[in-house]
C-alpha cells in the first residue's frame, strides 16, 4: 500500500501597489484630444485648455483640481482636529503628581525642615514653567516625585530635539548621561560643518567624518552636506513655524521651559546655533509662517512640528497643483510628497496627468505658430477632424444615409486597402484578408498546414475607391459675433473641421476652401478656424465672401462647382469701390444690391448653391428664400446641433448627384 500526501498553497492576491497599474489600459489620447479641442473651438487658446484638460481630468483619471482639494481637505483636517498643548499639558500633568508625591511624603515627615519645604511647595508660582524653574534645585524627599520631575526634563530635551531630528523622542527615552553627551557633541560638530557650508567650503571630507561618528542619529542617511541641509531646514523651519504659532503665553512658558531640558541651558543654545545656521542656508523656506490649530487633539512639541512639516509639505503640492505661477510645469509636483500625504492612488494620478501632458507634446499635436503661440498641428487637427467626423456620421446613420464611406460608390480603385470598417460597401480586398488571418493564427500559435483558415472581422480589408469626378468646393462660415451670441460657434467650425477632413480622406480630388466672413472676408484653413476666438465686430459681408469664393472656383474650371453658405442674418456689410468694408443695420440696399449680384455670377458659374439658415430671422428667411427661388439653390434651416450632419450631408448628396 502506497501512501500518499498532498500539499497545498494558499495564494494571497492584494491591490497592486508598486506604481502606476502595468496591466491598465494605454493613455487615451483621442479623448483627450477631444476635449482639448472642444475648448478650442469654443474659443479657449490650446494651451489653455490643455491647462483646462489636466485642471478637470478624464474619466476615470482624477484632475489637478481634485487633488488639490484633496489636498485642502487635508490641511484642514489637520489644523481642525489638532491643538499645540500636548506637551504643556504632559508636563503640567507630571508636575502636579511630583507636587502630590512630594507633599505625601512631607507629611509623613516631622522635622523643621519638612514644614519648610510644605511653605515652599506651597507656594509655587502658578505658571507651569515658573513652577518647573523654581524647583530646579530642591531637594526632593520622594524618589516618585524627583523621578516624575527628572521626566519633565527628559522630556523637554527629546520633544525639541524630536522638532529638528526624525526619531529623537523614542531613540533618547530612557537616555543616561552618556546619551546626552552625546548629542551635545553631535550637535557642536552639526554647527561647525553647517558653518562651513554656508562658507562656501568643501565639506566632502567633513561630511564623510561627521556622518561616521554620528550616523545613527540620521537615519534617512543622507549622501552629502546639501541633503543634510535640505532634510535638517525644513524641520527647523517647521519647529520655528511651531513656535510663532504658539499664543503669546505659551511662547513665554516654552522659553523658560526650555531651559531645563536634559537639565541643561547648554542644549537650547545649541540649538539655537543650529538653527541659524539651517536659516542661513535655505532662506528661501517659510521661517516667519505659523498656523492656527483649534482642535481637541493635542500634539507633543515633536508631533506638532511635523505637523507643520506636513502643512508646509501641503502648501506646496496645493501650489504645484494649482500651476498658476510662472513657468509652472506639472514636473514640479513631488510624486513622492504626494504619496506621504495623500496615498499612493494620488501619486499614481498626478503621475499619469503628467504622462499625458508629456504624451500629447511628444505625439506633435501641438505646435508654435508664426505669432510664437502655441496651436493645434496638423496632426491633431486630422485626429479632430476624424473625431468630429464619426459623431455627425452617427448622426448621417440615424436617418438612414451612410455619409462617412460613400467615397467608393461609382468610384475607381486607387491601389490602397484600409480595414475595413461598418458601414463600408467597398468590395473586399480577398488576397490581403487572407494574409491577415495566416498572420494572425501564425502568432497566436495556431496555424496549421491543410487546416482551412478562419477569418475574423479585423483581418477584413477593402479596396479604397475614388469618385470619378473632381468638385471645387467653398464652404462660406459667417463669423459675425452674433454667432458666438447664439451658441453657433462651435457647431459652426465642427461643420468645417468634419468637412475638411471628409474631402482630405476620402474625396482627395475635390478641392476646399473655407472662407470667414464678418464685417470683411477672408480665406482660413481649418487649423486657424479652430482656434480661432469670436470678436466683438458687427456686420455680415456675404459679398465680400462670394468675390473670394469666385476666385477659388475660377482657380478649378474643370471641376465641378459646389458653394455651401452657413449664416445667420442678412447682409449687413460690403465692399465699396475703394476695397473698404461699408457697414450698415437694417441692410443698406446697395448692399442687398451687391450681394444678389454676386450670388447671380456664382450661379452663371453652375455651382450648386446651398444655403443653410441658422436661426428664425424672418428678414433672414425671407432674403434667403428668395434669393435661392431667383439662383435655383437651396435652402436648408437646420438646428445647431444638426449643422454638421445637413452640410456633410448636402455635399454627399451633391457628389451622388
Known sequence: MVERSSRFHRSRYEKYRGGPDPLAPPLDLREALDEIGADVMAGTSPQRALRELLRRGTDGMRGLDELREQISRRRNELLKKRNLDG????????????????????????????????????????????????????????????????????????????????????????????????????????????????????????????????????PENPADTAELVESLAKRSAAAQQFYNSLSPEQRAELDQLSQQAFGSPELMAALAGVDAQLQMARPDLDWDGSQGFSGDQPMGFGEAAAAMADLAELDQLGEAMSQQYAGADLADIDLEALARQLGPQAAVDARTLQRLEQALRDQGFFERGVDGELRLSPKAMRQLGQSVLADIADRLTGRGERATRQSGRLGEPTGATREWAFGDTEPWDVS???????????????????????????????????????????????????????????????????????????????????????REARTIDVGELAGLSPRMEQGTNLHHALLLAQRHLRRHPNATPVVLIVTDGEPTAHLDPSGHPFFFYPPHPETIGLTVAELDHVARMGAQVTIFRLGEDPGLAMFIDNVARRIGGRVVAPDVDGLGAAVVGDYLRGRRG
Open 87 to 218: 506637551t504643556f499639558a504632559e508636563i503640567r500633568e507630571l508636575l502636579d503628581r511630583a507636587v502630590l508625591e512630594e507633599r505625601k511624603q512631607l507629611a509623613r515627615d516631622l522635622d523643621d525642615d519638612a514644614r519648610f519645604a510644605e511653605m515652599q511647595i506651597g507656594n509655587l508660582p502658578p505658571s507651569t514653567a515658573a513652577a518647573v524653574n523654581e524647583l530646579a534645585e530642591y531637594d526632593w524627599r520622594s524618589p516618585s516625585a524627583r523621578a516624575d520631575y527628572e521626566k519633565i526634563r527628559d522630556l523637554l530635551g527629546r520633544e525639541l530635539l524630536e522638532q529638528r531630528f526624525a526619531g529623537m523622542k523614542e531613540a533618547l527615552e530612557g537616555a543616561d548621561e552618556s546619551d546626552r553627551q552625546a548629542i551635545t557633541d553631535m550637535l557642536a560638530d552639526l554647527n561647525d560643518l553647517l558653518a562651513k557650508h554656508n562658507r562656501g567650503e568643501d565639506t566632502t571630507e567633513a561630511f564623510d567624518e561627521f556622518m561616521a561618528k554620528h550616523g545613527q542619529f540620521f
Open 432 to 518: 490581403r484578408t487572407i494574409t491577415n488571418a495566416v498572420m494572425r493564427e501564425a502568432s497566436a500559435g495556431e496555424f496549421r498546414a491543410g487546416r482551412p483558415v478562419r477569418l475574423d472581422i479585423s483581418d477584413v480589408e477593402i479596396t479604397e475607391t475614388e469618385a470619378r469626378s473632381q468638385a471645387a468646393v467653398v464652404l462660406l462660415v459667417d463669423t459675425s459675433f452674433s454667432m458666438e451670441m447664439e451658441g453657433r460657434w462651435t457647431p459652426m467650425k465642427r461643420t468645417a473641421i468634419a468637412l475638411n477632413h471628409l474631402i482630405s480622406t476620402r474625396f482627395r480630388t475635390d478641392e476646399l476652401e473655407i472662407i470667414a466672413f464678418g
